[in-house]
């Protein structure tokens, strides 16, 4: 069964540090873009963060020059960093992925089902 699944996520005073870490699972031919987003209660679901198989990253603005994407291809996972973490950090953050499988060979994208962070004035 093809899933992804965040771990990480917890409470932490603000300019504090937390790791997030998402693993893509299952029958998986490749995947390209991995990428995590977050939405806070009330709020529309925002990207964070996006990087590509080939390592080119993408931030939302809010988050740049605090927060680090990486991968690591041979694991299929990706990782968000996230230091001088504030309260407006507060959030699910989720994970997705978009993947080739034997089900869909030409790419889709995939969701995990979120790790919750919250940040403490």
């Known amino acids: 069964q093809l899933q992804l699944v965040e771990s990480g996520g917890g409470l932490v005073q603000a300019g504090g540090s937390l790791r997030l870490s998402c693993v893509a699972s299952?029958?998986?031919?490749?995947?390209?873009?991995m990428g995590w987003y977050r939405q806070a209660p009330g709020k529309q679901r925002e990207l964070v963060a996006t990087?590509?198989?080939?390592?080119?990253?993408n931030y939302a603005d809010s988050v740049k020059g605090r927060f680090i994407i990486s991968r690591d291809n041979v694991k299929n996972t990706v990782y968000l960093q996230m230091n001088s973490l504030k309260p407006e950090d507060t959030a699910s953050y989720s994970c997705?992925?978009?993947?080739?499988?034997?089900?869909?060979?030409?790419?889709?994208?995939?969701w995990g089902r979120g790790t919750l962070v919250t940040v403490s004035a």
């Open positions: 990087m590509t198989s080939g390592g080119m990253s």
């Open positions: 997705n992925a978009n993947m080739r499988t034997p089900v869909f060979p030409n790419g889709m994208t995939y």
């Open positions: 299952g029958s998986i031919f490749s995947v390209n873009a």
